[in-house]
């Protein structure tokens, strides 16, 4: 582990981050009362100066509100994609665990049949089936981002399955359901919502890719995918701004939630975590 | 009567721990299983606990012939029997509280109502204050631990008994307040003991009979069998 200076750092660094961008999201949107998609051509592609800080796009739209905007998608996105994927994982590796035999079996090449094709391909197919939109986006992500939380939690309750405390619990005449969802499930929770944390920048990845290649959102709406990708021409006609914020805008969030998330998996050890009691 | 006959088990296919064990422990009766370690009478206590499917042989408890195992064994059969294992620390559950964990067995048949009254009934015998019962598992000695995972044992009063190796772990003290704990339960209410271990002193003072592993396997077969 890392000393415990650098730990702190790292962690109030992520907080910080992390803090400032749920705030803006949050607030922004509500308290400026700016239209993200106004457009006006007498101001297209400005460079940074103190009325629009991040420049302005090739149509004259403010770069720092389609940023924040952007974000808020793109978060929005990432979190619920997370959620339902943890959700899925969580109860098929379960399932896949606690059942044993051709339940595991079939559940787990399900698994594999489903790691088999690349996700971003998956990802394409579930997006093509549907009018672009923010939930084709969210579907098309928790379907290729359940299969490593299904295998985690499988794991685990495969190894909490034969300890005595869960043999205790059998004897002690508890029904497979009351040691599911007393014994087993409250045990891999940690592990599960760790998942669902580091997931979340990763989902949002996803989305900006299939927003980039024009299959995730509408093409006016903001999302960092969708900024980068409008930005491509004007970057080889020199104008850096348009794709440079968007990007810091990407990577900088993601990089502070999995910060965050890795000091959680750091005090999820095993002493830790008696002590902490989780 | 607790039978084990021609028990043949084992935790991959093909490749039992032991073949042919045969044991039995008459109502009320205390037996010491006796053998060195690694050598199977652990899995043999668990399959008289019906926590582990044998591959064969029969396991009769009074009477009734035992046909399904863990979850598929019915419930009434399953708590006739208490299980104290060898390390308290991997058999609680590190979330409940001592007097949780005690009451565990009762709340998960049903019997919440009885629940309060019957830890506090326990807690005394197995030398428990109620300051300790408000701990979680992390916070008490293995010793401590011990005596509320035999607490739980107790909690649904089952008429057999069977401790792997249940003072392995705990100094001479502790080891005499849980054999009389034990002893002051079976008193009571007649129940029989399976205990299992290696240490020979402890078993032939605590136990009516004393039992060799190697004497519960059936008789060496010509070789190359």
């Known amino acids: 582990m890392a000393d415990p200076r650098t730990h702190r750092l790292r962690l109030w660094t992520s907080a910080l981050v992390v803090g400032a961008v749920v705030l803006a999201v949050l607030l922004v949107p509500p308290l400026v009362q700016l239209d993200e998609q106004a457009v006006d051509l007498s101001r297209k592609l400005l460079p940074p100066s103190w009325e629009h800080p991040f420049g302005t796009d090739d149509v004259g739209r403010d770069l720092l509100l389609r940023c924040v905007y952007g974000l808020r998608i793109s978060l929005l996105v990432g979190l619920v994609a997370a959620l339902v994927a943890t959700v899925l994982g969580t109860a098929v590796g379960a399932a896949a665990g606690a059942l044993g035999g051709w339940t595991d079996r079939t559940l787990m090449r399900l698994v594999d049949a489903f790691s088999s094709v690349p996700h971003l391909l998956l990802g394409i197919f579930v997006v093509a089936l549907f009018r672009p939109g923010v939930w084709p986006v969210i579907a098309s992500v928790a379907v290729t981002h359940w299969l490593s939380t299904a295998r985690i939690v499988r794991s685990e309750v495969l190894s909490l399955r034969t300890r005595p405390h869960i043999e205790a619990a059998i004897s002690g005449g508890a029904s497979r359901r009351r040691v599911a969802t007393r014994h087993l499930l409250p045990a891999v929770l940690p592990q599960a919502g760790l998942a669902a944390v580091l997931m979340v920048p990763h989902a949002m990845w996803h989305e900006s890719a299939l927003s980039f290649l024009g299959l995730g959102l509408p093409s006016h709406q903001a999302s960092l995918g969708n900024l980068v990708q409008s930005a491509r021409s004007s970057l080889l006609a020199g104008d850096w701004w348009p794709t440079l914020f968007p990007g810091l805008f990407l990577i900088v969030p993601t990089l502070a939630l999995a910060g965050l998330a890795g000091v959680w998996r750091d005090r999820l050890n095993p002493r830790r975590r008696s002590e902490l009691m989780l | ?225």
């Open chain 2, 1 to 225: 009567m607790l039978e084990l006959a021609s028990v043949t088990a084992g935790y991959e296919p093909r490749r039992p721990v032991f073949r042919g064990a045969s044991l039995t422990v008459a109502p009320g009766e205390a037996v010491g299983l006796l053998g060195p370690s690694g050598c199977g009478k652990s899995t043999l206590a668990r399959v008289a606990a019906l926590l582990h499917r044998p591959d064969a042989g029969r396991l009769v408890l009074d009477g009734t012939e035992v046909t399904a195992w863990r979850h598929r064994a019915p419930r009434a059969l399953r708590t006739a029997v208490g299980v104290v294992f060898q390390q308290p620390r991997t058999a609680a559950d590190p979330r409940l509280t001592l007097a949780d964990l005690i009451a565990e067995p009762l709340r998960a048949t049903g019997r919440k109502g009885e629940a309060a009254d019957r830890v506090a009934e326990l807690a005394p015998a197995v030398g428990l204050t109620p300051e300790l019962l408000t701990r979680r598992p992390h916070a008490v000695s293995d010793g401590q631990l011990q005596r509320a995972c035999l607490a739980r044992a107790l909690s649904l009063r089952p008429r057999w008994l069977v401790c792997d190796e249940m003072t392995a772990m705990l100094d001479a003290s502790t080891t005499a307040a849980l054999v009389a704990a034990v002893e002051t339960y079976r008193e009571q209410t007649g129940a029989g003991l399976l205990a299992v271990g290696h240490d020979r002193v402890l078993l032939n003072r605590w136990c009516d009979r004393t039992v060799e592993w190697r004497d519960c396997l059936p008789a060496e077969g010509p070789p190359g069998r």
